[in-house]
């Protein structure tokens, strides 16, 4: 097929007797083109967002502190029986302690005696500083063991 035929001008002798075809937009033009940036508005609104932030983190205090409250009443507790534990084996340890102190009191005199047999008018046991009431001697002063 010719163009001749297809353009339906017969007779044509050169393709510049040939009429423009050219293409255009359709009857009625084209559709708008959308350029500009659409953000959709579908979703939960800001302060719907920040009430629910708001409502957790109120929430999540609430059991912080019910929480503190809870660890503070056990704590309590376990104080109280700490203390009652402590005051009910106090006798037995106090007794241990004293029969610990009496020994190392008697090797402590008898050191004393030892040492001092040579002064004139040492008496062994006697409180050089004359206070008149007996103190025991400070926490570990009968302890070689911790020198």
């Known amino acids: 097929m010719t163009e001749a035929v297809i353009r339906n001008k017969p007779g044509m002798a050169s393709i510049k007797d040939m009429p423009l075809l050219q293409d255009g937009p359709p009857p009625g033009g084209f559709a708008p083109v959308r350029y500009a940036r659409r953000i959709p508005t579908q979703g939960p609104s800001a302060i719907a967002i920040f009430l629910a932030t708001f409502g957790a983190f109120a929430w999540g205090m609430y059991q912080v502190g019910q929480g503190n409250k809870k660890r503070r009443l056990m704590n309590r507790v376990i104080k109280e029986e700490k203390y009652a534990a402590r005051r009910a084996i106090l006798p037995l340890i106090q007794a241990e302690e004293d029969e610990r102190f009496v020994k190392e009191w008697r090797k402590y005199l ?38």
Request: glycine share 10%; aromatic share 10%.
């Open 110 to 147: 008898e050191d004393e005696a030892r040492i001092m047999k040579n002064v004139p008018g040492w008496k062994v046991g006697e409180n050089v500083y004359n206070s008149g009431r007996w103190m025991p001697p400070a926490t570990g002063e009968l302890r070689p063991e911790v020198w």
